[in-house]
């Protein structure tokens, strides 16, 4: 049995922005997907956090029959379709999450699959190849997306991501406070959102962004200076923006306000929005804060490592 252990990942700075070519910082984080894959009769998917209505699914030909199906399972559709090369198993995934948060689960499911199945088939890819792999795929379902997330899960660490491609490993540790509330979009519609607002109000949109972009090159050298105050200052001018994008949340938006009124450092919706993940820097009265909102905490130390591949006979 191939055993591929992912980390979800919280994004610091620069969501939405960053698929418009602006930088971003994220961290890959110790919640990991569990993703297995063994050698079965037939091609078998089980997931212990999806609940899908009225299923139809045909594995041999992996074809989706119904819409809410495609919906929910086609990252995993989409990174099994990846191998021209098929052999039947029995695929688990382990998520300690629920799906659609913020918190990477997407690209982690990717990253597990395109880990786990090409280990099943005899190869051997580097973290590298995986991430780079994930990432067309991911793009190729979403239609829209950027590199970071399954960058981040494939080659965890904490990543600032430059505007001209490219990423850069960061050696700095953050102490956060986070947790998720559960949402009822999805990234890529949220997605879709964002991009009509850009053709709407083109020059508004662009100066949005570009801002964004510049709080998180700021932010990156307060990361590196360790200046927590100035950073959770920028934590939630990030929010402000996102909000003005129309990607936040009531509940979220009403959360971070209370932060900054109870003297927590800095605090701002993480991911695509819409709900979600939060993240504030790390203090108790923000764990207080998320239990009131029925946010469900995660444990978001840095993991140092990206996606681990197991063998196990
Ligand atoms: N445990 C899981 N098993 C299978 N697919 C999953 C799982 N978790 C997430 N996914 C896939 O990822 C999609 C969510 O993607 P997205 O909205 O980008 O969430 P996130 O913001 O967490 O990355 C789900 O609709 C589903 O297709
Ligand atoms: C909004 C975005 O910047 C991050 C989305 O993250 P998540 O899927 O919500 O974990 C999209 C992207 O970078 O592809
Ligand atoms: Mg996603």
């Known amino acids: 049995m191939i055993i591929a252990e992912v980390p979800l990942?919280?994004?610091l700075?620069?969501?939405h922005a960053v698929v418009y070519e602006q930088p971003a910082l994220a961290m890959a984080i110790s919640e990991k997907m569990i993703i297995k894959v063994?050698?079965?009769e037939k091609m078998i998917i089980k997931s212990n956090s999806l609940s899908i209505k009225g299923i139809k699914v045909d594995l041999n030909d992996l074809k989706l029959e119904s819409e809410e199906t495609g919906k929910i399972l086609s990252y995993v559709i989409g990174a099994l379709s990846y191998f021209k090369e098929k052999k039947n198993a029995l695929i688990e995934i382990?998520?300690?999450v629920d799906?659609?948060?913020g918190l990477g689960t997407s690209a982690a499911v990717i990253v597990g699959i395109v880990s786990a199945y090409s280990r099943f088939l005899g190869y051997e890819l580097t973290n590298e190849e995986i991430a780079k792999i994930s990432h067309n795929i991911e793009l190729s379902i979403q239609g829209i997306g950027s590199r970071m997330d399954t960058y981040t899960t494939a080659l965890g660490g904490l990543i600032y991501f430059p505007k001209d491609g490219g990423y850069e490993i960061l050696d700095q540790n953050l102490e956060l406070t986070a947790g998720y509330i559960k949402r009822v979009t999805t990234t890529k519609d949220i997605l879709k959102y964002v991009r009509n607002m850009k053709e709407k109000n083109f020059e508004i949109f662009n100066d949005i962004i570009n801002t964004i972009g510049k709080i998180t090159d700021k932010a990156k050298n307060l990361i590196k200076d360790g200046n927590e105050e100035e950073l959770g200052n920028l934590?939630?001018?990030n929010h402000g923006l996102l909000m003005s994008l129309g990607v936040t949340y009531p509940l979220v938006d009403n959360l971070v306000s209370t932060a900054k009124n109870l003297g927590i450092r800095g605090c701002k919706i993480s991911g695509g929005g819409g709900g979600?993940?939060?993240i504030c820097t790390n203090d108790v009265k923000a764990e207080i804060?998320?239990?009131t909102i029925g946010a469900r905490i995660i444990n978001c130390k840095k993991s140092e490592h990206g996606v681990m591949i197991k063998e196990i006979n």
Do not use: D, H, Q, R
């Open 9 to 11: 990942k919280l994004t």
């Open 13 to 15: 700075f620069g969501e």
């Open 38 to 40: 063994k050698s079965n």
């Open 94 to 96: 382990e998520s300690p």
């Open 99 to 101: 799906p659609s948060v």
């Open 235 to 237: 934590m939630y001018i």
């Open 276 to 278: 979600g993940a939060i």
């Open 289 to 291: 804060l998320l239990n």
